[in-house]
């Protein structure tokens, strides 16, 4: 049964967990992207999230609450400056898991974890949808030809 299991301990204890889950959010916040173990990628997704969610209203507030789990004032000053900015729009889902493979040594499924707006390759197609031209119901007119006058050409 699997009652009350709603945190994936990832075999460490509260502290060891909230530290590491804190310095990797703080890495990926910095590189935009981290390889990592899937199941630390899924982890690290639901513990950053909110706190996007929280930097695209920058009050003293929500400052000081990501401030209280990122522990890292640069990350933090990163997050609400940039990354806000870029998300602004977006309603949610701002990571991206991506499946690597296993690691050599010990076998583990390794995935790369990735700030959304941050990838230029998946974003390149929205660019180009943005810029499509559409016609109007009127249709086009014809471009309207230099007048030329009878006594400008008599003149020559």
């Known amino acids: 049964m699997r009652h009350g299991k ?3 301990h990832l075999g460490r204890k ?3 967990r909230k530290a590491m889950l804190a310095n ?3 890495s990926l916040i910095e590189h935009k992207r981290i ?4 199941a630390k990628a899924k982890a690290l997704k639901q513990f950053v999230e909110p706190m996007i969610t929280k930097s695209k209203i920058d009050t003293t507030h929500n400052r000081r609450i990501v401030m209280a789990n990122l522990r890292q004032k ?9 990354v806000a900015v870029k998300v602004a729009d977006r309603p949610g889902g701002y990571t991206r898991i991506i499946k690597l493979g296993n690691r050599l040594g010990d076998n583990a499924d390794m995935a ?3 700030l959304v707006d941050y990838n230029e390759i998946y974003n390149a197609e929205k660019a180009k949808k943005k810029t499509t031209r559409r016609s109007r119901r009127g249709g086009s007119k014809p ?3 230099p007048v030329e006058t009878k006594a400008s050409n008599e003149e020559e």
Do not use: Q
């Open 6 to 8: 709603k945190v994936n």
């Open 14 to 16: 509260t502290a060891h």
């Open 24 to 26: 990797m959010a703080c």
């Open 35 to 38: 390889n990592t173990t899937v």
């Open 74 to 82: 640069d990350a933090v000053t990163e997050l609400f400056r940039e």
């Open 112 to 114: 790369m974890i990735e």
């Open 143 to 145: 471009a309207a030809a």
